[in-house]
């Protein structure tokens, strides 16, 4: 991977709340209100992707995987840090092209967003012909005459019969509602796809239908995609490299393969362990203990440890860093320890779980 | 084993002013003592209906129409109102997929669970606390004193859950069924929440149906499973008979279709289509037309019938080694 990344995300951080309105403000300025909690969603996070590639983002809610997935598509604004597709800053590529330098649209098309629920994502009131072809018919990706047969095309692709783009989203299923959100974000010739558990909502059959479409567009298209997901299944069947975040920051990252053989962090373990999987019959479930904690009030420390089962007293009072562990990997966990020829060593016994 | 609970040929339709609409069609399972059975099924297969239907929660334009739903034996839907108050909550329990949709959201916890108690027990104020605090301790709740005065929204979702299986345990019924209690957690707490529920019910011998769209789930704590399609259940059998050598080929598309680790970044096998609507089912099997292996002996209605020790199946061509 010599080549520039497509999308490099760079110490990303959001943050919600906090000043609250000017009267909010005033009154928490002569001291007579008490400042206003702030969350933490996102804080500090940073990596690259290469063309073609996917990135799979897990976590589970609460852990801001979301928040990042709609600051990539630019629906949010960074608090700090950011983030460059193709070396280019948002605000360049909002700007229009020049007259005359063909039909290439805005480069802030590159990036398209699918989102989990195919029922409130799509206008009711437009025909899905409308849905599809608004967007490239607004920035000019094809001239009005074509657009019938360009609309037509997508649908074909995307598994949607063109004999019904006269018809209203509520007269589809889940699952090709689905498929006409995918053919929006592909009607403007996008480079990203940002998939907010894009297949969460769909039936098991139905579930397997729309990775294929997806796997099969990455293959004809050389689409990139930010997958984000708490179905760790989906994420491992799809995904080149994976994110795992917990409470707003990174807790490891890697290829998809390495990390879900060889998880490093015990979150990451935890998370893998806890997986019901087709082939683990009978299982005595061993969970880890206690609740997410709010992001609001995270734990000090590492933001793990209130319920890691190896926590330390250096765990409870120094926030661990992302650190490379191996060669592609990173992980922020005191306990990983590397040798100098950066192969990983065991860190400490695990509670697996046991069948039987 | 004693079995806790028989249906036989149990049908419920919805009466519409396009006619009766046929939702489940003779659903014949039973479950014995301490035994988990997952009722699996995709959206629309009746999986939910077939627990309601067995509660008595079916309201107009739906109702039962035929069938049995034995509990020990008694046919709960020979009996009266009454009995059936009775028997709802002794007898049979719910656990619903949205806790906070069972938990009455202006009441503390403690009233809530109060209130389930005096409905079939007569117990003074400081017995009945000393009850609810065993049942929140059993189901693994820290500071259960301090919960009780809480409110279901200053719970989390994983807590809730909690909460609402405590109160479905608190008369110790023989029969719980579960709908979907874990879809809409997260992986580490649905872990706690399988753990919890397979300990109460070897523990206590309680018989659970476990309702689930999530194959995987089923894999791991249930005994049998029940592949549910179209208002029909279409294969029965014990799990590693089912999931290792499905013979519907609905069940063993099903199978195929959840991503594993064997096959990462390869095309996934799926089921072309979609399930059909009750309006516009076909004649006879209603897989048909999404199956590869149709012939004209597909468009008579299916029986349930024996392929195997405790393993029954709907079909007019089963799976075997040799046609797979």
């Known amino acids: 991977m010599t080549e520039e990344p497509i999308l490099s995300v760079s110490h990303v951080s959001k943050r919600f709340g906090g000043k609250g309105d000017l009267l909010a403000q005033m009154l928490a ?6 400042p206003r909690p702030q969350v933490r969603a996102v804080e ?17 809610s609460g852990c801001g995987k979301s928040t990042l997935g709609r600051m990539i598509a630019g ?139 997806f796997m099969e567009l990455r293959d004809e298209l050389g689409l990139t995609y930010v997958f984000i997901s708490h179905d760790l299944g989906v994420v491992e ?37 806890g997986v019901p999987k087709l082939d683990r019959r009978r299982v005595a479930y061993e969970p880890i203990k206690g609740d997410i904690p709010s992001p609001l009030d995270p734990p000090k420390g590492c933001h793990f440890h209130p319920r890691c089962p190896l926590a330390t007293d250096r765990c409870r009072s120094e926030a661990p860093v992302l650190r490379e562990i191996a060669p592609g990997r990173q992980a922020a966990c005191h306990l990983i320890t590397t040798d100098t020829d950066t192969t990983i060593k065991e860190t400490a016994e695990w509670p697996v779980t046991k069948t039987g | 084993m004693t079995t806790v609970l028989e249906l036989r040929d149990l049908k419920t339709s919805f009466f519409t002013g396009d006619g ?74 719910m656990i619903f997929q949205d806790p906070m949709m069972t938990l009455n959201p202006v009441l503390r916890i403690e009233t809530q669970m109060r209130d389930v108690l005096a409905a079939h027990l007569k117990l003074s104020r ?43 345990l608190l ?29 109460l019910c070897r523990e206590r011998g309680t018989a659970l149906i476990w309702i689930t769209h999530d194959l995987a789930v089923v894999a791991g704590i249930a005994d049998r499973i029940a592949v549910m399609y179209a208002g029909r259940v279409v294969e029965m059998g014990p799990v590693d008979q089912v999931l290792d050598h499905p013979a519907h080929p609905y069940t ?9 680790r064997r096959m990462r970044g390869e095309k996934l096998q799926q089921i072309p289509g979609r399930m059909p609507a009750l309006t516009d089912l076909p004649e006879g099997c209603p897989f048909q037309p999404r199956c590869s292996y149709v012939t004209d002996a597909c468009r008579s209605p299916q029986e349930m019938r024996q392929i195997g020790p405790d393993h029954t199946l709907r079909c007019a061509h089963p799976l075997t080694e040799a046609t797979e």
């Open chain 1, 29 to 34: 300025a002569l001291g007579l209100a008490k």
């Open chain 1, 237 to 273: 069947h799809i995904a080149d490299r994976i994110v795992v975040m917990y409470l707003g920051r990174i807790v490891e990252s890697g290829p998809a393969e390495q990390v879900f053989d060889d998880p490093q962090h015990p979150y990451t373990r935890a998370l893998i362990d």
């Open chain 2, 20 to 93: 009766e609409l046929r939702a489940l069609h003779g659903i014949s399972l039973s479950v014995a003592r301490g035994e988990i059975l997952g009722l699996v099924g995709e959206s629309g297969s009746g999986k939910s209906l077939t627990g309601f239907s067995i509660n008595g929660l079916i309201s107009p334009p739906g109702r039962v129409v035929g069938g049995e739903v034995r509990v020990h034996g008694e046919d709960l839907l020979q009996v009266g109102p009454e009995e059936m108050r009775q028997a709802r909550g002794r007898k049979i329990a």
């Open chain 2, 252 to 260: 063993k598309g099903l199978i195929a279709s959840v991503p594993t």
């Open chain 1, 44 to 60: 500090d996070v940073s990596f690259t992707l290469a063309r073609g590639e996917v990135l799979g983002v897990v976590g589970e």
């Open chain 1, 75 to 213: 629906l949010l604004e960074p608090s700090a840090g950011e983030i460059l597709i193709e070396g280019q800053a948002p605000a360049a590529r909002m700007a229009k092209p020049a007259e005359g330098q063909g039909a290439r649209a805005p480069r802030a098309l590159d990036m398209q967003m699918i989102f989990q629920d195919p029922f409130s994502s799509l206008n009711p009131r437009k025909r899905v012909s409308d849905l599809i072809g608004e967007a490239p018919r607004v920035h000019r990706i094809v001239s009005p005459e074509d657009l019938d047969r360009y609309v037509k095309d997508i649908m074909d692709r995307c598994g949607i019969d063109p004999a019904y783009r006269d018809r209203f989203a509520h007269q589809f299923s889940g699952g090709q509602r689905q498929r006409i959100g995918i053919a929006r974000a592909l009607a403007v010739k996008p480079e990203i796809l940002v998939c907010d558990e894009a297949v969460s909502a769909l039936d098991v059959s139905i579930q397997a239908q729309i990775i294929n479409l």
């Open chain 2, 126 to 168: 400081s017995e009945a606390r000393a009850r609810a605090i065993a049942a929140l301790d059993e189901v693994g709740i820290p500071s259960p004193e301090e919960r009780l005065r809480a409110y279901p929204h200053q719970l989390s979702g994983g807590m809730r859950q909690r909460v609402a299986i405590a109160i479905a």
């Open chain 2, 171 to 199: 008369h110790q019924p023989d029969m719980v069924i579960a709908d979907e209690p874990t879809t809409a957690l997260d992986v580490t707490i649905q872990g706690q929440i399988l753990s919890l529920v397979q300990r």
